[in-house]
Structure formats: C-alpha cells, structure tokens
C-alpha cells in the first residue's frame, strides 16, 4: 500500500511581487532625478528679490567721504580701547 501525501501549493503573493516593484521603481527615480534630470538654472529658482540685490551691487562707496563727514567726526567714544586682560591660570591642574 502506498503512501499518497499532497504537498500544498504555495499561493502567489501579489503584495509581495507589488512591494518589489515598487521599491525597485522608487530606486530607479530616485537614482533618476538624482543624477540624470536636468537641474533648473539659478534665473528659475532665484526670488525677486534677488534683483533688487543686483541693483545694490552696482551702487559705489567711497570710505573717505563718510570718514572726512560732519556727522562721523561729531561722534564721540564712550568706551577705551580693547586691552588683554587676565586669561586663566598659568597651570590649570594646580589645585587652588
């Protein structure tokens, strides 16, 4: 007498061949636009106000018409100059 034993079919996953495509097509795009589209020139991307930025680059400024001014020589210093005052210990491990 023979043993007759079915094996069960495994079923096909649809999720599972659904996930694999849509991680490969994630990679594929991704790898895509990452390297290979065409990157927008800084004239699409740039705001508005940029340009008002090209317009304060072209004003000149001459130092010596402010310096030799009324207004700059009528200002006064309230403070001394900056001087090097006491800067830590000569040997920071020495207990105090």
Do not use: C, H
Not at 22 to 49: D, N
Not at 91 to 96: E, G, H, I, R, W
């Amino acid at each position: 007498m023979a043993i007759v034993i079915e094996q069960n079919k495994k079923k096909f996953s649809w999720f599972g061949i659904f996930t694999i495509i849509f991680f490969v097509m994630l990679i594929l795009f991704g790898g895509y636009f990452l390297f290979f589209a065409p990157t927008p020139g800084i004239e699409v991307v740039a705001p508005s106000g940029l340009k008002s930025a090209v317009d304060l680059s072209k004003i000149t400024f001459d130092p010596s018409s402010v310096v030799n001014s009324r207004q700059f020589k009528s200002l006064k210093i309230y403070t001394g100059l900056p001087s090097v005052g006491v800067i830590g210990r000569s040997n920071p491990f020495v207990p105090l």
